[in-house]
Structure formats: C-alpha cells, structure tokens
C-alpha cells in the first residue's frame, strides 16, 4: 500500500510568472553577448550573422527546455531559435520572422520536434515565407514512449540537439539546402529516446506539480511538457532502470551487436550531475553488454522540462559521416567539448586502499582501548555533532577507525602510525585532518624511542603546535585543542594520569561554550550544553594512555 505523500510546487526565483519569460530572456542575451534578441516578432538569433550562401538553420519551440534551444545558437549549429510561452509553441510569425532574417541566399532548413502545435506553427511560416526564401524542414520524433500507431506520432525530445548540431555542421561545410535536410532526416530517423521521472514539474505560477508521483514510484515514459509518463512503477535500482530504458531503443533503432551510437544521458532540470553521470555509467555498461559501442558520450543538462526531477537517454546510430559532423566545432554556448573518441568499456573506479594495517607483533593495550571506546560510541559522537555541527564527525571516526580489529597489534609507533594514516586517507572533514596530524606527531616522537610519557608529552607537543598553526583555534573556541592544550600543559610538569584528568575537564568546558571555529561555529547558542565531540575524542586518548597497563 504506497500512501501520496503532499508534494510541495517548486518556488521559482522571479519578479513576476507574468514576466519570467522576458526577464529570463533578457538575462540570457546579457550573458551570451554572441547572441541578440529581435522583438519584433521574437526571436534570438547569432548577432555575427555567419558567412553569406550558407544554408541558415532555425529552430524553436515552448520555453521551459533551456538550454535548448537558446544555448543551441552559435557558428556550426543555429542561426536563429524561436522561443515561445512556456511549454507553448512559437507563433508562425515568430518562425517567418526569423527564417527571413536567417537567410543568407541558400536557404533555411527548420528543425522542428513532433508536437502538433510546433508543426503547424513552422509550416504556416514556410508558407507565409514561400514566394521570398527556399525552406525546407526536419521532423524530430524520437521518443519511443508514445509510438503508437495512431495519433500525432513520437515527440520530439533528445534528439533534436544531435539533429541541430549535425546540420548546423553539414550547412557550415556549404552543403546544400536539400542535402542538409537529408542528413538531418537521417539522423532523426536513427534516434530514439524515452524519459522517466521521479517528480513531475511545476508550471511557473501553480501551486502544483503536473502529476502527483509517490515517493517510492516512478512515472516510465514522461514527456518533456509534463506529460504524465505510459506506466508508473516501483522505484528500482540505477542498472535495473538503465536496463529497462534501453531495451525499447535498441528495440526501435534494430540496433546489433557491432554497431556505434552516440549516447545522450540527459537531465529532465532537477536530477543531479551526480546521478547524470551515473546513469551515464550504467548506459555504458548496458551497451558493452550488447556489443554496441558508444561511440560518443554526452552526459548533462541539455534539454529539460523545467524542473522536472528526471533523465532521458537518447541514443543516435552513428557512422562515421554523422560522428564527422558530430565532431566539428560549434560557438553554440550550451553544447559540450566531447572529444573524438568512443568510449570503449565501462571503467571501474576505486579508491586505493590505504596501507594502514597494524603490524603483528605484541598487543597495543591503550590505543585497542582508546579505538575500542570510538567505536562502541560512533553513533554518540554523530549525535553531539548533529546537535552543535553539521552531523558527519560520527561517520568521519567511523571511517577511519571502524575497520581496525581489536586488539591492535604492532609497536606504539607502528599503530599509531597505522591510526593517522588511516585518519588521512580514509577520514574526511576536519577531523580526519587535524586527528591525522595528532597522529602523525605521536608516531614521530614514539619512534625516537624515549619513555612513554616522554613521547606522548613531545608528540602532543607538536600535533597542538600544528593543530593550533592549521586550524587557527584557541582555547575556549570549542574545538578538539580545548582538549589537547590542557593535557599539554598537564604533561609538562606531570604525569599522563594528570593529562588525563586536565583533558577531561577540557573536553566538559566546552559544555558551556559556543564554537567560534569549525562548522559548529554556524549553529552558534545551538552549541550550548554540547560537548565538542572532538575535544571528547582527544580525552578518551589522553584516558586510555594514563590507563595502560
Ligand atoms: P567538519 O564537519 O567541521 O568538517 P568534523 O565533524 O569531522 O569536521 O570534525 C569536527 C571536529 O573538528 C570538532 O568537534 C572540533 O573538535 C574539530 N575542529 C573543528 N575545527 C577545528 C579547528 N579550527 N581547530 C581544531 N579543531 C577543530
Ligand atoms: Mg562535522
């Protein structure tokens, strides 16, 4: 039984809904000062021009698809884009407008997605236009989620950047008009997309996303205007869901082992670079076990549905005319350096395992003590941060001290040697730096093989030297040095049973303080009654060592 849980509507930053499209307009002419906006009637177009007899490519459609497909003006793609209303087509007038201006005397190809209103839309221009400029156009239907017999057919989604950048390459070469389009119906013909989305999108001014998806399902099939998607299914994992979305493209493009396509891993506006490239991860993988190569990857933010929480992945059969033209270059500002080369298999990655286990050899009592207690008090020390910081010093001690096996064996200086390393490469945060060097301190003096108490007071000597010199903390700023200064100063003229008692009371003074250092710092009076979860630490090492046996 899966329950709706309220969806809250994305605020949009803006003056006014009423505005939106304007302002954002005239922000992105301000940032992109290779392209102007013609007002009357509408559209943004290359203010260079391009070089006279070439043939001039115009594109366009509902706004709410940025970058698409204003970030796809430049040399080598397009010459002029026709923005309509959000997720609304672009008036005939708009298209004739800019299709008269885009002509440099060769003519002007439109290239226009599988919607009924963008269609009819461009075709009324080309008319209003036929007695002035020779026109000709590409339709791009590459979405498999609606190739149903009947009805207007597939939209047209992913591909249309691939079928811009294509021709806009093929009318840069000086190609002619029909041969453009020709090379851009082939490309179309040989794309296929489909779309699926954790969380509808939001239509700027309502106060609700298009379709209600609850939290564990997903909506298999969306389109790009908030169309609700063919089925919704129970979330699944990344590969699972990769594997179910190309198996309709391959299905659909006939695609066999042997062949190259370009792959398009693409963000429907909220989902995360993070999961794009993931994803992206897993196409590949899934290809490579089909025996098809990826013969050029694109994993980004090209063409959204506003902020529609989603990925598309479109993928283009490619041979090696199209990957040519795919190649060459563009000033178009949205379209990505993707170097000329397939990828050839997915590639592992992992972090190299630090060595940092302890020796063999006798047991090290205190420090299995000191580790023993960290980890027995992993989620303690989260919650203290979670309550005055920002909740990760648990998991931070945790990855670097979790994996030990009590009892540590090896020498004093073997094992602590072994602790900072660990706390150097596995810890992140603060502390695995700054506990890192505590550490690494002890370590250097216990291996000049003077007494214990003699090492640990040279070895705390040094690491608040240079704790206190990195870190820039003094006594009373709530932080791990409230621990280890006094406990110094302790050793100096005493023993480690004394340390021990001045850091544990160094630790509980910082009850009552609140941080000036450290990310407790940006929680201020919260800090209050909190230990610091790293002074804590640093007395239980202090404790350990006056109670070794
Ligand atoms: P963060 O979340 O700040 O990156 P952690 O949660 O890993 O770091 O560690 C927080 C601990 O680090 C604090 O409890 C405090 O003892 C210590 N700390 C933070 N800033 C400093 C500093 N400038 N000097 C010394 N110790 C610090
Ligand atoms: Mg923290």
């Not at 001014?205 to 205007?225: K, Q, R, W």
Request: net charge negative.
């Amino acid at each position: 039984m899966t329950t709706v849980e309220p969806v809250s509507a994305h605020d949009y930053i803006l003056n006014s809904p009423a505005t939106l499209l304007t302002d954002a307009l005239s922000g992105f002419v301000a940032a992109h000062p290779d392209i102007d906006w013609q007002p009357d009637p509408g559209f943004l177009y290359r203010a260079d021009r391009g070089e006279d007899r070439r043939v001039a490519l115009v594109s366009g459609g509902g706004s709410g698809h940025e970058p698409m497909h204003s970030g796809m003006i430049g040399a080598g793609m397009l010459d002029a884009a026709c923005p309509g209303l959000v997720f609304t087509s672009p008036n005939a007038l708009q298209v004739a407008g800019a299709t008269r201006w885009a002509d440099r005397g060769a003519g002007v190809l439109h290239i226009v997605k599988n919607y009924t209103g963008d269609v009819l839309n461009f075709r009324i221009a080309r008319h209003l236009v036929r007695d002035e400029v020779a026109t000709d156009h590409v339709i791009v239907d590459d979405d498999v989620a609606t190739a149903s017999e009947s009805g207007p057919g597939r939209r047209g989604t992913g591909a249309t950047i691939i079928v811009e950048k294509i021709c806009g390459a093929a009318a840069a070469e000086g190609k002619k008009l029909d041969e453009v389009a020709e090379i851009g119906r082939r490309v179309a013909a040989n794309s296929r997309s489909i779309a699926i989305a954790y969380q509808a999108c939001t239509v700027p001014g309502s106060s609700v996303p298009a379709f209600e998806l609850p939290t564990d399902e997903m909506e298999f099939g969306v389109g790009i205007h908030g169309e609700a998607g063919v089925r919704r299914t129970a979330k699944v994992g990344a590969r699972e869901l990769v594997n179910r979305m190309v198996d309709p493209i391959v299905d659909a493009l006939s695609l066999v082992h042997g062949e190259q396509v370009i792959a398009l891993v693409n963000g429907l506006g909220s989902a995360h670079q993070l999961e794009l490239d993931l994803v992206f991860g897993e196409v590949v993988a899934d290809l490579h076990r089909r025996g098809i190569t990826v013969a050029r990857p694109m994993a980004g933010t090209f063409i959204t549905a506003l902020d529609m929480d989603g990925v598309s992945i479109t993928l283009v059969r490619a041979d090696d005319d199209v990957l040519a033209l795919f190649d060459a270059p563009t000033t178009a500002p949205a379209w990505p350096y993707v170097p000329a080369r397939a990828v050839s298999a997915p590639v592992a990655v992992t972090f190299a395992e630090p060595d940092d286990a302890a020796a063999d050899g006798p047991e090290c009592g205190w420090l299995s003590a000191f580790v023993d207690r960290v980890q027995g008090s992993i989620d303690h020390l989260t919650d203290l941060d979670r309550r005055a910081g920002d909740g990760d010093f648990g998991v931070n001690m945790d990855a670097a001290l979790g994996h030990f096996a009590i009892p540590l064996r090896g020498t004093d200086t073997e094992v602590l040697d072994a602790i900072a390393t660990s706390f150097l490469v596995r810890a992140g945060g603060t502390s695995g730096a700054l506990f890192g060097v505590l550490f690494r301190q002890l370590a250097a003096a216990f291996a000049d093989g003077r007494g214990f108490d003699d090492s640990l007071r040279a070895g705390a000597q040094s690491a608040l030297a240079e704790i206190v010199d990195l870190g820039g903390a003094s006594v009373g700023d709530n932080t791990m040095v409230d621990a280890l200064s006094p406990a110094v100063d302790a050793l100096a003229d005493g023993d480690t049973g004394v340390a021990a008692e001045a850091a544990e009371r160094g630790a509980r003074s910082t009850e009552e303080l609140t941080a000036a250092k450290g990310r407790a710092s940006y929680v201020g009076e919260n800090a209050r009654g909190v230990i610091d979860p790293g002074a804590l630490v640093v007395s239980w090492l202090f404790r350990a060592a006056a109670d070794r046996s």
